[in-house]
């Protein structure tokens, strides 16, 4: 079975991450199949909306060369196909949906280090329209430590500075790289909701980049939305990792009260392993139509569009 009608978004791929290492590559047309997310692709999949991440890989310098370099190949090379609308405010979200076959692309910058602790670069990356932001990647910078760097520390002085003013300009923050205390530090810091992009539940896949039970239900107290991501290892223990082991996540977050604050983030074009039958946009309508088999029609609906379209207009600037 499958539902018409029913418009993707994901909220988190890493394809100007590709595009910088290798600008050759093309995101209209990628004849090459180097690219997992490509604009016949989010056209096959019936997308509406999907966030590019900008991520500066760790053998690149950590200054705000490549960020910029990023952002540059996002407006040359996705925002020169017609299709795509640049998203930067709850307006540019309401009138995405009026736009039958538009594909609305969102900036978010995942990892500050390149910032190195100056927030005027933090609002340079505003006005070139990044409306998401992760403090850190895996590791520890100047902000806060990142989920694998082992003393688990939390935000900094200049970490909680970052915070408040991501929350002035209205810049979403993004938790899915944080270490547990950072993570706790955050939401204590924040006075507006949290994403997590691209996580899923800790006690079904003892990943640490997953989320703890606690973690969940306090992102989701605060009003805040997760993107069930699709990356093998976070999925699953076993390999390979299945469309239904997926399922067990949204279920998961659906039994905490999540069903109207989940979304997808898939982290396509970040990953080299893939879940079986789930390795690129073009096959997302697997998944649709497991979700069917357990979900009513218009809750499926809002796990894949309505939870994370609502929630830009309400928390994107005006």
């Given at each position: 079975?499958?539902?018409?009608?029913?418009?993707?978004?994901?909220?988190?791929c890493?394809?100007?991450?590709?595009?910088l290492?290798?600008?050759t590559?093309?995101?209209?047309?990628?004849?090459?199949?180097?690219?997992?997310v490509?604009?016949?692709r989010?056209k096959?999949?019936?997308?509406?909306?999907?966030?590019?991440?900008?991520?500066?890989?760790e053998?690149?310098?950590?200054?705000?060369?490549?960020?910029?370099?990023?952002?540059?190949l996002f407006?040359?090379?996705?925002?020169?196909?017609?299709?795509m609308?640049?998203?930067?405010?709850?307006?540019?979200v309401?009138a995405?949906?009026?736009?039958?076959?538009?594909?609305?692309?969102?900036?978010?910058?995942?990892?500050?280090?390149?910032?190195?602790g100056?927030?005027?670069?933090?609002?340079?990356?505003?006005?070139?329209?990044?409306?998401?932001?992760g403090l850190?990647?895996?590791h520890?910078?100047?902000?806060?430590d990142?989920?694998?760097?082992h003393?688990?520390?939390?935000?900094?002085?200049?970490?909680?500075a970052?915070?408040?003013?991501?929350?002035?300009?209205g810049?979403?923050?993004?938790?899915?790289?944080?270490?547990?205390?950072?993570?706790?530090?955050?939401?204590?810091?924040?006075?507006?909701?949290?994403?997590?992009?691209?996580?899923?539940?800790?006690?079904?896949?003892?990943?640490?980049?997953?989320?703890?039970d606690?973690?969940?239900?306090?992102l989701?107290?605060?009003g805040g939305?997760?993107?069930?991501?699709?990356?093998?290892?976070?999925?699953?223990?076993?390999?390979?990792?299945?469309?239904?082991?997926?399922?067990?996540?949204?279920?998961r977050?659906?039994e905490?009260?999540?069903?109207?604050?989940?979304?997808?983030?898939?982290?396509?074009?970040g990953?080299?392993?893939?879940?079986?039958?789930?390795?690129?946009p073009g096959?997302?309508?697997?998944l649709?139509d497991a979700?069917?088999?357990?979900?009513?029609?218009?809750?499926?609906?809002?796990?894949f569009?309505e939870?994370?379209l609502?929630?830009l207009?309400?928390?994107?600037?005006?």
């Amino acid at each position: 079975m499958v539902l018409g009608n029913v418009r993707k978004v994901d909220f988190h791929c890493d394809v100007l991450s590709k595009l910088l290492e290798d600008p050759t590559l093309s995101f209209i047309q990628d004849d090459q199949r180097k690219l997992d997310v490509t604009l016949p692709r989010l056209k096959q999949a019936e997308s509406v909306f999907q966030t590019f991440a900008v991520y500066v890989p760790e053998r690149t310098d950590k200054t705000m060369v490549p960020i910029l370099q990023s952002i540059d190949l996002f407006y040359r090379k996705v925002l020169s196909a017609p299709e795509m609308t640049f998203i930067r405010t709850a307006g540019d979200v309401k009138a995405l949906q009026r736009k039958p076959g538009a594909i609305g692309a969102m900036l978010s910058l995942e990892g500050a280090d390149g910032l190195q602790g100056d927030l005027a670069m933090l609002r340079i990356l505003f006005a070139l329209g990044v409306r998401a932001a992760g403090l850190t990647w895996n590791h520890a910078n100047w902000g806060a430590d990142g989920v694998l760097e082992h003393r688990g520390g939390g935000l900094t002085k200049k970490g909680r500075a970052f915070v408040e003013e991501c929350n002035r300009l209205g810049i979403l923050l993004d938790v899915s790289h944080l270490s547990d205390r950072a993570f706790w530090d955050m939401l204590q810091a924040t006075v507006k909701p949290v994403i997590a992009s691209h996580s899923n539940s800790r006690s079904l896949c003892p990943h640490p980049r997953n989320l703890t039970d606690e973690q969940i239900k306090a992102l989701l107290a605060a009003g805040g939305l997760i993107g069930v991501t699709f990356v093998p290892q976070f999925v699953s223990s076993r390999v390979p990792a299945e469309i239904a082991d997926v399922l067990r996540h949204v279920e998961r977050i659906c039994e905490f009260g999540g069903e109207r604050q989940l979304m997808f983030g898939s982290d396509f074009d970040g990953i080299d392993r893939y879940v079986n039958d789930l390795t690129h946009p073009g096959e997302v309508h697997r998944l649709l139509d497991a979700l069917l088999a357990k979900y009513p029609e218009a809750l499926v609906k809002s796990f894949f569009e309505e939870n994370a379209l609502s929630f830009l207009s309400m928390h994107l600037p005006r």
